[in-house]
């Protein structure tokens, strides 16, 4: 079979690229030997992106289950739903989040377009949602504009269970009122989702307010007073965040930084009298709906924008990594994004967090059943079974 190989290989170029069949200037016996001895290897099976996942035909009643009470508690409490496109300019998130922060530094998946505009993929989607109110001039259209969404967000962080490159979030921005009563009420329709799925009761709220931009800046030098003696025992990323945000070190995971900061001040003690006055109304407000809450005065977010109430739920049954939902107020943000000064507050949440909450407590998906089945006993009555089928799906 030697002279083969040889006529295969001098005769058909395609074959020395990497072609598996002699198709060119070959006799019948080369092909043959070809097609035995020179097949290509089995096609590499493509699967899903690292961190993405496919929601199967088993598991979509519960995402739809969870997005009808998103649906049905927004329409109750007056909000309406808003879209907005998956990638945005990267200036807007840059904006928003800080530039320090890790989702911007780290984790958004971004690429410079064909006219040269960066663009990227939303991490989140509170800025989309301001960027749009502020282009639309929604704000003109009625003082008071109550949104919520749904839909994916991506981030390029460590896949782990509940937490995904690609995620999908709801939430709700309210802007137009800076009143305490916006505050409760926002976390109010939290609870009544977390309620309608039946997780309120594996749930917990926990509750700080953060202060005024003037409380912010005095409690932000207070604490680094406080931490600056034994700064170089914290962790590299501690000390990042003591020069660009040192709230953010309050929030840290690590035990030994947690017991350093035992005796830190509170945020509390650098309230102005309207802060205090802010944050007991909320509460106030939240015990006459009976929503039970836990004060935090290390609850401090993620994010460079909050301003004043900021709130969390926990769920017991997701383990250590908890969180359930988190949002707060965030008044300057529409402002810092350019548009006119506009007070607001939201939350965020992600789905696969819900759904696995849900499926800890063994909520059912809520999946159709069919009553009415047709057997066909011959071709002909195929046509009239057909017919009444549809008749019966048109009719519900």
Known sequence: MDQFRFQHRKCNPAWRNGSDICTRNASEESRKYCSRNYRQPPL????????????LPGDTNKWQVLEKIIH????????????????????????????DTDIVSKEMYSWKDRDGTNLTLRPELTAPVVRSFIQHSLGTAAPLQRLYYIGPSFRRERPQKGRLRQFHQFGVEAFGSGNPEQDAEVIAMAWHILSQLGISESSALQLNSIGSPDCRMAYRETLKEFIRPNLDQFSETSQK???????????????HEKKML????????????????????VQDFLNAMDIPFTLNPRLVRGLDYYTRTVFEFTSKTLGAQDALLGGGRYDGLVETLGGKATPGIGFAAGMERFIMAMEEIGQKSGESKN????????KEGLSDALSLSNELRQAG
């Open 44 to 55: 590499r099976q493509i699967r899903t992106v690292k961190g993405t996942h496919d929601i």
């Open 72 to 99: 049905d508690v927004g329409s109750r409490f007056g909000y309406q739903e808003i879209r907005t496109p998956i990638f945005e300019e990267t200036q807007l998130f840059a904006r928003s989040m800080g530039e």
């Open 241 to 255: 965040r003591f020069e660009t945000n040192p709230l953010r070190i309050l929030d840290t995971k690590a035990t």
């Open 262 to 281: 035992e005796g830190a001040p509170s945020v509390s003690d650098c309230y102005t009298d309207e802060d205090k006055w802010h944050f007991e109304s």
């Open 371 to 378: 009553d009415i089945y047709f057997v066909c006993l011959n």
